[in-house]
């Protein structure tokens, strides 16, 4: 019996991709897909404890599971290369211009490794991955494993030959924080338009393109006109990202993070794009669903599709450029099974979504309390609570 469908490939770098559409979808639609679920093709399949297992499936993409728990993680998220000569500030890591890739032969044996775990899908970032000159042979050797590939990219002077290269990637994500002064705010650079160009490059050579957009008080005031110009050119997958204090964008956090205000219209505002663009699949990072589950969204409804909160070291894990691995793109090992319970403190302890959210944003408590386990103060449920003085407050919640 299925209990719960993860819908999608592998869109992102460095972080699970939850799917907004399915949250109004109509009860009616829900019970539909559960039936044709039962006939899709499996492609893959691991066990499951209990007896349950978990499939991957090609068409529509999918993971269904049958059975109450998943047991390791189902993605990975793997830097093929420290190189980027972007001055982004937002990024998450630190790369340079002369930054070292990894070898193909390597990147195999970690496919390999991480597909004899039962993984099903990778996620490749860098630095920038276009830098990387071997490409076609990084979404080979994930081929040979098994697995799903997905790529994101600045898409910075891409072109119809360059993209051809990626035609063995399941979908390619470019980077896109706003248009225009927007985007050259928040990036540090005027690339707007060539990020456009890119996203109309790789839908003209038939690639499933998505837009990556980091949330922060600047871009959020632009979103509609972002994903307006993003799904015009092409774009048929927008993922939204939370600004996390990792990397370069530790300096600034506090002054560009989203403000309680913006935090709290994150779903309306999510949910007006979902029906203003019917043909395009919205997704909300892990670090985001606080924010989903402090307007009272349907718990059930998020856990019949896979709704991850952070996951880190749990579903997902993240493989550095030296093929150390760590709970996610965002916060540095070891792999702990302090992870797989998240936070039991505080407001969280007994707050409906726990299980679904595991505690807000592990990145985000460690910068502002100190305490990696600590309740992420950005929540407006753990805010309220906090305000209100409520135990357990794991401190600096208004830092």
Avoid at 341 to 349: A, I, L, S
């Amino acid at each position: 019996m299925i209990r719960r469908i993860r819908l999608g490939h592998a869109p992102n770098c460095s972080s699970l991709g939850n799917v907004l559409n399915a949250l109004v979808w109509t009860q009616m639609a829900v019970a539909a897909l559960w039936v044709a679920a039962e006939a899709w093709p499996a492609r893959r399949r691991r066990g499951e404890p209990g007896g349950g297992e978990t499939r991957a499936v090609e068409d529509p993409p999918a993971l269904v599971t049958t059975g109450d728990r998943v047991d390791g993680p189902i993605e990975a998220h793997v830097q093929v290369t420290k190189a980027c000569g972007l001055p982004c500030p937002s990024c998450h890591i630190d790369p340079t211009v002369d930054g070292a890739h990894v070898p193909v032969e390597a990147l195999d044996a970690r496919f390999a490794g991480l597909a004899a775990r039962g993984v099903f899908r990778v996620a490749i970032g860098g630095g920038e991955a276009l830098r990387h000159p071997d490409l076609p042979a990084i979404a080979a050797a994930a081929a040979r494993h098994g697995l799903t590939i997905g790529l994101t990219t600045a898409g910075v002077g891409l072109t119809e030959r360059r993209a051809a290269d990626l035609a063995g990637f399941a979908q390619v994500n470019v980077s896109l924080d706003g248009v225009g002064e927007t985007f050259a705010a928040a990036r540090g650079y005027d690339g707007a338009e060539g990020a456009l160009r890119a996203i109309r490059v790789l839908a003209g050579a038939g690639a499933r393109v998505g837009v990556n957009v980091v949330l922060d008080r600047v871009t959020f005031e632009s979103l509609e006109e972002t994903v307006l110009a993003a799904v015009d050119a092409g774009a048929r997958d927008i993922q939204l990202l939370r600004l996390k204090p990792a990397g370069r964008a530790v300096a600034g956090y506090l002054d560009r993070r989203l403000t309680p205000e913006q935090g709290w219209a994150l779903w309306p505002r999510a949910r007006a794009l979902v029906e203003a663009h019917p043909g395009v699949t919205f997704r909300v990072d892990c670090s985001l669903v606080p924010f989903l589950a402090a307007h009272g969204v349907d718990p059930e409804r998020m856990r019949a599709f896979a709704f991850l909160g952070c996951h880190g070291g749990d579903a997902l894990v993240s493989v550095d450029p030296s093929g150390n691995e760590h709970p996610c793109s965002f916060v540095a090992g070891p792999v702990t099974p302090r992870w797989r319970e998240g936070v039991t403190t505080g407001p969280c302890g007994d707050c409906t979504y726990r299980e679904l959210c595991r505690g807000g944003c592990h990145a985000v408590a460690a910068h502002l309390t100190g305490d990696l386990f600590a309740p992420d103060p950005e929540c407006p449920m753990v805010a309220a609570s906090l305000s209100a003085g409520a135990p357990g407050d794991g401190a600096g919640a208004s830092a």
